[in-house]
Nanobody, 116 residues
Framework: QVQLVESGGGLVQPGGSLRLSCAVS????????MGWYRQAPGNQREFVAG???????DYAGSVKGRFTISGDNTRTTIILQINTLRPEDTADYYC??????????WGQGTQVTVSS
């Protein structure tokens, strides 16, 4: 079993930055991939960024160059640094962890609102 708890969301003006954090606990050895997804009102949940155990990362095209995913050495914290925020980045952001059986764990989400 794996538990994920997100934090760091909030209200920010366009062009601003946020640092989202995901605290990971439980059976960490079973995991091989961590990621962030987001869901805007009325939309489906979409992939934002991911990181493998070997440190390789991938990003959705809409966030590449603005968002950075990283993890500490123990993989107990996954960070999503969000820069140059746009109103269209407004969404609930969810932390995701995938185990070696390709089972997905999800956090409860943290809300990001970009507005002036």
């Amino acid at each position: 079993q794996v538990q994920l708890v997100e934090s760091g969301g909030g209200l920010v003006q366009p062009g601003g930055s946020l640092r989202l954090s995901c605290a990971v606990s439980g059976n960490l050895g079973s995991l091989y991939y961590m990621g962030w997804y987001r869901q805007a009102p009325g939309n489906q949940r979409e992939f934002v960024a991911g990181i493998n155990n070997d440190g390789t990362t991938d990003y959705a095209g809409s966030v590449k160059g603005r968002f950075t995913i990283s993890g500490d050495n123990t993989r107990t914290t996954i960070i999503l640094q969000i820069n140059t925020l746009r109103p269209e980045d407004t969404a609930d952001y969810y932390c995701n962890a995938r185990n070696k059986s390709n089972y997905d764990y999800w956090g409860q989400g943290t809300q990001v609102t970009v507005s002036s």
